[in-house]
């Protein structure tokens, strides 16, 4: 590049960056820029005779002040004169300039297209780089069809150098991604192969990210590639370091273009040839055998870039699946990273090694790992790590492991983290079920999923139980009397009263001998839990009710009078259970016992599809994360991730050895995986799901994608009470938030980092049901910005003496300082109510609570002294001062305590960290009380002012 001749070096330009550096406050630099932007405008306007140096000083100042943030609506036409220009530095500031200040949709560009082609079609190479930069930088889909001919050509020309052959290369792959088309593939693609045998690494660097752009789209033109990249890749990692001093990169030769190299071989299968397959197999084992050798570096570069070429290689060595030895080598070699210190690299051998697993060659090398995988489980601290090790544990699944590893996972779902939950919810479920041998250890491992994750366990997975069971006669009596026994526990979730209503109506009679276990034991069992069930479960039960009708004529009258002839059923808003209560006792009422019988017949098997449990688990996660699925070799061992489960299709009510009930259809498909809870017996259509919201920032942690209406536009008047209901959450996670004579709202939250769910439980007191009931919970102002909260779906009517349940995921994004809004609508007895509370979600939640010494604590508390990070506040105590009590305070609000860490010990400590997902927040608290005046004095000192203001308000409306 040619050096500026004496006086280009712009000394204007550099008195100006000195001034803006040296200003002290945003108003002089702002002050100092106007100037300097009047200043331009008017040598711009008034001095038609400037020559180059000044037109690319003054653009240069132009660049400067935009890069400072500041809007620049002039000075472009002078920019695109510079192009014209014969002097380099000159002609370089203006492309640079129209790189970044020009966008392609501007009406400049029909006065820079004609410059970039002039330089294109000229013979200067460096003015010819330069305009192949810039059209790299903005090209979009128009001006990649004008420079389709020129670009190629140009990368082609046998008397084009190497600088101009890179800048072409990188130029035609920012075209191809904004016009795939602008390439005729067959008259260019031997041509753009063959750049790879170029002696200049640089240009076959360049080329290589070119051609695999090609292949992943086309990769049929481009076959001729293999053989050249093999013979590429072999001479980079035979040859040694010395050889290509130039291009390598912390002793690691070529890292970046082996990768592409390696990328390009994974859109082909193996080299039929075998002079080219025996080439690359040592090329691989090459580079398998130098990851062996000692770190020539202890930088963190130097095994960067080892172990990219190292992954890169093993994920060829996956896709080609025909090498024992280097499959079982790659096994081996991953198995040293799983105890490895750095995270990362225990993610990378984990992710890889799933895909390991389904090979027939390396899947019971795989297994030998198994032990240190389940200990990651248990002890790794990233939660990243932890859900690739429940990947690795389901993919290396076989008939052989398969209790072990199931019961591993079930340990780990009590604690899992809940974004992945529901994903672990489905891995266990179908490898409970493709592996079963005895299918009482099926029936037992899904009822204490669902009693573990309920909230979690969708539909298809209890469907699937019930298909499981219904298919088979040895375990229908073993099935009735486990959920039996699981109905009897105090808290039972509503999906397990769903598989116990449905197994009871239809194998209840097998366990009915038992005197625990009569028919009378079995109706009162499941009517105890019928006022706490959401409507579609009251559905189902009243079938099951019918079904007992017919199989215990004993227990007729009861039923009837209990819950068919009860007003909550006969006359209960919702239509589905109205009209089952009605169709049911009238049925009952004018049904001989034969007719009942044979309106109730038998329900044939269930037929087997392809799993959906297994379709919904790809549809989460995606296609690889699932394994690629690679048909295993016959006799080969199977494993989770290659073999296909059985499907999921809908339960439909009836048995062998029960009756089914009225006019239902014989077989029903499996609704989609985001439909709700759909109707087990088949008398109702399901509902709709409800749509997503159309920009939908948080991930659903909690397992569901399917939430209610979007929230209304702003909060209203808040309902007396509100704020004092609030405050009373400050220390606790669970109670009453409000009630009166209509309605009870209960408040039952869990918390984890930034996330958290509060169930919100709604119950009726009125004497009539509460019509049209909606619920919508908002972020008022700033709070939009802070917080993320999503509410699922809700019943819209609540019966009298019932109670409903909300589930209401938040993220907390950054610090806040006011709750969400919980906005509540209902019309009870012709009257519409509402209220408007707030959701009691404090900063103390998201609050982490750390140990540390006297030292670090004192360390810390004098970093933060920065105006702003602290606030103190002296205040009269409102309680009495207790030791005991003060302590309990201040670990129900979440900021915990440490002993030993002030000199005196009447004071009260604490440190931790507030988690958003922006940032992670330090915190630390100093309460020094006066038992003499019944005063505190409160100090909190925190990297954030929000948080510190937040945290001392907080607290002192404890003390």
């Not at 790794?380 to 932890?386: A, F, Q, T």
């Not at 209840?508 to 579609?536: T, W, Y």
């Not at 034969?594 to 392809?610: C, G, H, I, S, Y």
Request: proline share 6%; net charge neutral; glycine share 6%.
């Amino acid at each position: 590049m040619p050096s500026n001749p004496k006086g280009e070096a712009m000394r204007g330009l550099s008195v100006f960056i000195s001034d803006i550096r040296a200003c002290k406050s945003r108003e002089a630099e702002r002050k100092r820029i106007n100037k300097e932007l009047a200043n331009i405008r008017t040598k711009f306007k008034g001095d038609k005779q400037l020559d180059g140096y000044q037109k690319k000083k003054y653009v240069c100042k132009l660049l400067f002040i935009f890069l400072l943030g500041n809007d620049i609506d002039f000075g472009h036409i002078e920019a695109v004169n510079l192009l014209s220009s014969l002097k380099y530095t000159e002609k370089q500031i203006g492309y640079l300039f129209i790189s970044v200040l020009v966008g392609a949709n501007s009406d400049l560009m029909k006065l820079v297209v004609p410059s970039i082609r002039n330089d294109l079609s000229g013979r200067n190479p460096i003015f010819i780089s330069l305009a192949l930069q810039c059209l790299a930088n903005i090209a979009d889909a128009e001006m990649a069809d004008a420079f389709q001919n020129e670009v190629p050509k140009l990368l082609t020309a046998s008397d084009s150098n190497e600088g101009v052959k890179q800048c072409a290369a990188l130029c035609l792959l920012r075209m191809l991604r904004q016009k795939g088309d602008c390439i005729n593939h067959g008259e260019w693609a031997d041509k753009i192969t063959h750049l790879v045998t170029e002696k200049h690494l640089g240009v076959v660097t360049a080329a290589s990210s070119l051609i695999n752009e090609l292949v992943t789209k086309l990769p049929d033109p481009y076959q001729g590639i293999v053989p050249i990249a093999v013979s590429r890749l072999s001479r980079i990692v035979s040859v040694a370091v010395s050889e290509l001093q130039d291009y390598t990169y912390y002793f690691v030769p070529a890292p970046w273009l082996s990768v592409k190299l390696l990328q390009i071989l994974q859109n082909y299968p193996p080299p039929e040839d075998p002079s080219v397959r025996g080439r690359l197999c040592e090329a691989l084992e090459a580079i398998l055998n130098r990851a062996q050798d000692p770190p020539k570096s202890k930088k963190v570069q130097h095994s960067n870039a080892k172990n990219s070429v190292l992954f890169e290689a093993i994920n060829l060595i996956i896709h080609m699946d025909s090498e024992p030895n280097l499959l079982v080598r790659a096994c081996n070699q991953l198995g040293q990273f799983l105890q490895h210190r750095e995270t990362n690299l225990r993610y990378l051998a984990l992710e890889t090694m799933s895909r390991l697993a389904v090979s027939e060659f390396s899947h019971e090398a795989v297994r030998k790992h198994q032990e240190t995988v389940v200990n990651q489980l248990k002890t790794e601290r990233d939660v990243s790590v932890r859900q690739r090790a429940v990947d690795l544990l389901y993919a290396m699944c076989d008939k052989g492991n398969a209790e072990r590893i199931v019961a591993e996972m079930l340990t780990y779902l009590e604690s899992a983290d809940y974004s992945i939950r529901e994903e672990m919810v489905l891995k266990v479920a179908i490898l409970a079920e493709k592996f079963a041998v005895d299918y009482t250890w099926y029936v037992d491992t899904i009822l204490n999923l669902i009693r573990l994750a309920g909230d979690y366990v969708s539909e298809e997975v209890w469907y699937r139980v019930i298909q499981i069971v219904t298919n088979r006669d040895d375990v229908q009596g073993y099935a009735a009397k486990t959920v039996f026994e699981a109905l009897q526990a105090p808290a039972c979730h509503e999906n397990m009263i769903k598989v116990g209503g449905y197994v009871l109506g239809e194998f209840g009679n097998l366990i009915a001998g038992d005197s625990r276990s009569s028919p009378m034991v079995q109706f009162e069992l499941l009517h105890s839990k019928f006022h706490l069930c959401s409507s579609p479960t009251r559905s189902l039960l009243l079938s099951t009710y019918i079904k007992f009708i017919n199989l215990f004529p004993e227990m007729k009258a009861h039923i009837q009078k209990t819950v068919l002839q009860s007003d909550s059923n006969v006359r209960s808003s919702d239509v589905e259970i109205q009209q089952r209560a009605v169709e049911y006792q009238r049925l009952a009422d004018v049904a001989s016992a034969d007719v009942l019988a044979t309106v109730l017949e038998e329900m044939p098997p269930f037929p087997e599809r392809e799993s959906s449990l297994l379709a919904k688990l790809k549809k989460k996660k995606g296609e690889s994360a699932v394994g690629r699925s690679k048909e295993r070799r016959p006799g080969a061992g199977t494993s989770a991730a290659s073999t296909a489960s059985p499907s999921v299709t809908q339960p439909v009510a009836g048995a062998k050895g029960s009756p089914a009930p009225v006019a239902l259809p014989v077989e029903v498909a499996a609704p989609a995986p985001t439909a709700p809870i759909a109707d087990l017996l088949g008398a109702s259509e399901p509902e709709p799901a409800a749509p997503a919201p159309a920009n939908n920032a948080l991930v659903d942690i909690f397992g569901s994608d399917n939430f209610g209406a979007p929230a209304p536009s702003g909060p209203g008047e808040l309902s007396p009470g509100a704020q004092e209901a609030f405050d009373k959450f400050s220390s606790r996670v669970s109670g009453v938030l409000f009630e009166n004579s209509v309605i009870q709202i209960g408040i039952k939250s869990e918390y984890r980092q930034n996330v958290g769910r509060i169930g919100v439980f709604f119950g009726n007191k009125a004497p009539g049901a509460l019509q049209n009931f909606t619920t919508a919970v908002h972020c008022p102002g700033e709070l939009a910005n802070q917080m993320t909260v999503q509410a699922k779906p809700i019943a819209n009517s609540i019966e009298v003496g019932a109670q409903v349940q909300q589930l209401v995921n938040v993220e907390c994004v950054a610090n806040f300082a006011t709750p969400p809004l919980l906005d509540i609508n209902y019309v009870v007895n012709g009257t519409p109510e509402q209220l408007t509370l707030l959701l009691p979600v404090h900063i103390s939640r998201f609050f982490e609570a750390t140990q540390m010494t006297s030292t670090d604590f004192f360390t810390r508390w004098k970093a933060l002294s920065n105006p702003g990070q602290e606030n103190q506040k002296i205040f009269k105590a409102q309680f009495p001062i207790e030791g005991d009590a003060t302590k309990a305070k201040l670990t129900g609000l979440g900021v915990g305590f440490i002993e030993g860490v002030d000199p005196n010990p009447e004071n009260y400590v604490s440190a931790g960290i507030v988690h958003t997902t922006q940032a992670q927040v330090g915190v630390l608290v100093r309460l020094e009380p006066n038992t003499q005046a019944q005063m505190y004095r409160l100090t909190v000192r925190a990297s954030r002012d929000v948080v510190s203001l937040g945290v001392c308000n907080l607290l002192q409306t404890q003390f």
